[in-house]
Every structure is written in structure tokens, then in C-alpha cells.
């Protein structure tokens, strides 16, 4: 089991890793290969729209081919892209490539989920998600610093070509530890589910994303976007909840624990993800700290998440997600209000300290809840549960995203410390949301264990 685990995070950490390493390195690649601004955003958008793209597809191909082939197969198409991508002579070819590699990335997450919720069933699966869920936290956390320190020395290809060694030893691994699965029964593929959800759902996390990186501002082509993708996911949900065999089976969503347990996902999602934009603006703008500087002040968030992911997945599978979710909800809203009271000379020991405490509780707050969801369901819906929440937490990280910039970019010209204050009470918002999200989900988990309890005769 733990050698699966540990295998699985390979593929995990390295797909998130990707996500923030790229960015600090984007003014170099376009200087290099004499791209502008617009052009070369695109080598981190692209990545981000094709992640959203293979998502759906995640559950069918899992069912169709076997989820250990698809997690083996994706882990190798993103080694190849990676080494692809730092052969690219022109940013065509390398948004390309970026495409393929996000496509690839999109997949290896929930279809590592799904295996080690496959093999080591719901009364472990705290302990083990913990360790993909320290991955899935902490390699968003160290990419900039890993970035930065990566083109102090060496040219922009090499973070693309760090993926390479990681992806041989977790390739080589996966091939010796992860079961393969069994395929054949998908059926087959739903074309217009598809192309519904296959469409909307980039779209709809574009339109977001440009929001955020626009200031707020909703041009036409953003506009456009976000209603072309609302509709496109609105008309997936209705078709596959009619459909007898759906791409994605939304029936799931009957399950109230899976059913509260994805909705905690979400909001955790939009505050975890408005804080990975957040912070790091915080400390280079109102602090004025390099790249480097920036991700070195990040680590100990990272590090507060690494400790106490193991303890939150032991308490998960001995109390239940809800509980477990419900006290890091409420201790992520605690470590997130001070900074709404903090300025540009705050205590760098104060701060430190801070964010070590919110690491501690977004570890207590994110992985139990979606275990919980995981937990709910059978062993042959596990591919689809695994996709739906994935696909909410990245839906809830745009909505998060998109939130703190525009929160920031409209209040900046009044003064950059009131704008960051104003924006740290916005994510101290949205996590409060988080707190009643993981009540119901605690409400649910406890009716459930009411109605299991036999009368007595």
C-alpha cells in the first residue's frame, strides 16, 4: 500500500509542480525566443486550459483501459512533452507542447486518486490520501522558489528538463508497483458529453483566469467565454443526469456525504487557490522580495502543510472527514485574518510563524473532505467521483483566483497595504464559507452514523 502511495505522489507532485515553476521563468522565454507579452502568457494559460480539457475524460479512459495504464501512460506523455518543450525553437511550438504536457497532467492526479482508493479501500484511505495530498499542497508552494533558483545558473529549458529525471524514476516505479486495473467497462464514449463539458468547462476556467490576470475588467471575448462555458457545463449536467450512461455519472451527487464532501472541495478550492495568488503578491509587491526571496518566505505554508497532512489523514480515518474538516476550516480562517491587519513592516518572525499555523490548517481542511467524498462511494464509482471532484476544486481555484486579483487591481491605485488588507478579508470570506461547507458535511457524516447504529430489540 505504502509503496503504491509513495509512487502515486510522483505523478502527483510533479504535475503541480509544473503549474508554478513555469511562471517565474515566462519573461525569460520570451526575451529568448523573441516573443511578446500576450504570446508568451500563453505558455502558462495554455498549460492551465489543458488541464481543465482532459479532466472529464479521466473516469472513461480509467474504466476503458485500466486506471494504472492510464496513470502510466499520462505519467510518460508528460515526461516526453517536458522534454519536448526545452527543445521548442519558436513559443508556437512550445504552447503546443505546453497543451500536450497539461492534457497529460490533467489526468494523473485523479487517476491516482482512483488507484489507491482502489486498493486500499475507505478505512485506510485518510492516511494514504494524506500523502498525495502533501504533493497535491505542497509542490504549487516550492515552484517559484525551484524556478528561481533554477534560472539564477541555468537557462529557461531547464524547468522543463527537472521533470525528466522525476518522471524516469516514478515511470520505472509505476511499472513495478501500480496495479494495472481492469479494462473494459466504459462503453461507449459520450461524443456530446464531450464536447459539452470538453468545451465549457476550459472555457468557463479562461474567462476566470482572464478576469483575474485583466484587472477585473470583462472585455467581449471574455464575456463570451464565460457564458458559452456556464451553458456548456449547465447542458452536461442536465444531459448526464438523464443519461443512462454518462460520461461522468453527476447520480453521484444523491450520495449526500459524497454530495457535501465535494461542495467543501470547491470552497476549499477557491480559498486555498486565492492564497496561492495572494501571498506571493504580498510579499513582492508590498514587501519588495525577488522571486527567490518570495518562495523562501512561502516554504514554511509548505512546511506547516507537510507536518500535519499525516496526523489529518490518521484523524480521517478515526473520526470521519466532516469533524476533521470542520476545526482546519475554522483554523484557516483564524491564521488568515491577522494579515488583514498586517502592512509592509510587519514582524517577517510574525509572518513566518503565521503561515507555518495555515499550513498546519489547510492540511486539516482540504484532503479530509475529499476523502470523505471517496470514501462514500463504491469501488467501480471511484473513477468518476475522483474526476467530479477534481474538476469542482479547479473550478473553485479559478473562482478563487480570479476573486484576489480583482480584488487587488481595483483597490491598488488607493494605496497598495489597503488593497492587501482589504484582499486578506476577502480570503479571510471565502474561507469562512469553507467553515459552513464542512459543517454540513459533518451534519451529513453524523446522520449517516445515526442511521447505521442497529435499535435495540
Not at 459539452?196 to 485583466?214: D, N, Q
Not at 495572494?278 to 505554508?301: E, I, K, M
Not at 483564524?334 to 490548517?361: I, K, Y
Not at 486579483?405 to 476577502?426: N, Y
Request: charged share 10%; proline share 4%; glycine share 14%.
Amino acid at each position: 500500500m505504502w509503496r503504491i502511495s509513495l509512487v502515486i505522489v510522483f505523478g502527483a507532485f510533479v504535475g503541480m509542480l509544473d503549474s508554478s515553476l513555469v511562471n517565474v521563468g515566462l519573461d525569460r522565454i520570451g526575451t529568448d525566443l523573441g516573443a511578446s507579452l500576450d504570446e508568451v502568457q500563453w505558455v502558462s494559460t495554455a498549460y492551465l486550459i489543458a488541464l481543465a480539457v482532459s479532466l472529464p475524460l479521466c473516469g472513461w479512459l480509467g474504466r476503458r483501459i485500466g486506471v494504472g495504464r492510464l496513470w502510466l501512460g499520462a505519467f510518460a506523455a508528460f515526461t516526453v512533452a517536458s522534454g519536448l518543450c526545452a527543445l521548442a525553437g519558436d513559443i508556437g511550438w512550445l504552447v503546443v507542447l505546453r497543451v500536450v504536457q497539461g492534457l497529460a497532467a490533467g489526468l494523473l492526479t485523479p487517476a491516482g486518486q482512483t488507484i489507491l482508493g482502489q486498493a486500499v479501500g475507505p478505512e485506510r484511505l485518510g492516511r494514504v490520501m494524506s500523502i498525495l495530498g502533501i504533493a497535491v499542497s505542497s509542490a504549487p508552494a516550492i515552484g517559484p522558489t525551484v524556478g528561481g533558483v533554477l534560472l539564477d545558473s541555468l537557462s529557461w529549458e531547464w524547468l522543463f528538463l527537472i521533470n525528466l529525471p522525476i518522471g524516469a524514476i516514478g515511470i520505472a516505479l509505476g511499472w513495478k508497483y501500480v496495479p494495472r486495473g481492469e479494462p473494459g467497462g466504459a462503453g461507449r464514449l459520450d461524443w456530446t458529453g464531450f464536447a459539452l463539458v470538453g468545451l465549457g468547462l476550459p472555457l468557463f476556467v479562461y474567462a476566470l483566469t482572464a478576469v483575474g490576470e485583466g484587472g477585473g475588467g470583462i472585455g467581449p471575448s471574455v464575456l463570451v467565454s464565460l457564458a458559452l462555458g456556464a451553458a456548456g457545463l449547465v447542458a452536461f449536467a442536465l444531459r448526464s443526469w438523464r443519461r443512462e450512461r454518462p460520461l461522468l455519472d453527476l447520480r453521484l451527487f444523491r450520495n449526500q456525504v459524497f454530495a457535501a464532501g465535494t461542495v467543501s472541495s470547491l470552497f476549499f478550492g477557491a480559498a486555498m487557490f486565492g492564497a496561492m495568488l495572494l501571498f506571493p503578491l504580498y510579499f513582492q509587491n508590498l514587501r519588495g522580495a525577488d522571486v527567490v526571496t518570495t518562495g523562501l518566505s512561502l516554504l514554511s505554508l509548505g512546511l506547516g502543510t507537510m507536518v500535519v497532512m499525516p496526523l489529518a489523514g490518521w484523524l480521517t480515518d478515526r473520526h470521519g472527514g466532516g469533524i476533521v474538516a470542520l476545526v482546519g476550516s475554522v483554523c484557516t480562517v483564524l491564521t488568515t485574518a491577522p494579515f488583514a491587519f498586517l502592512g509592509a513592516d510587519a514582524d517577517p518572525v510574525l509572518l513566518q510563524a503565521l503561515l507555518f499555523l495555515r499550513g498546519m490548517a489547510l492540511a486539516l481542511s482540504a484532503s479530509p473532505a475529499g476523502t470523505a467524498a471517496f470514501a462514500s462511494v463504491r469501488r467501480e464509482q471511484l473513477p468518476d467521483a475522483t474526476t467530479v471532484l477534481n474538476i469542482l476544486m479547479r473550478v473553485g481555484g479559478a473562482v478563487g483566483g480570479a476573486m484576489s486579483a480583482v480584488v487587488l487591481s481595483r483597490l491598488l491605485p488607493t494605496g497598495a497595504e489597503h488593497a492587501f488588507q482589504v484582499a486578506f478579508w476577502w480570503l479571510t470570506g471565502a474561507s469562512a464559507v469553507a467553515v459552513g461547507a464542512a459543517w454540513w458535511l459533518w451534519q451529513v457524516q453524523r446522520h449517516e452514523r445515526t442511521r447505521a447504529v442497529p435499535v435495540p430489540a
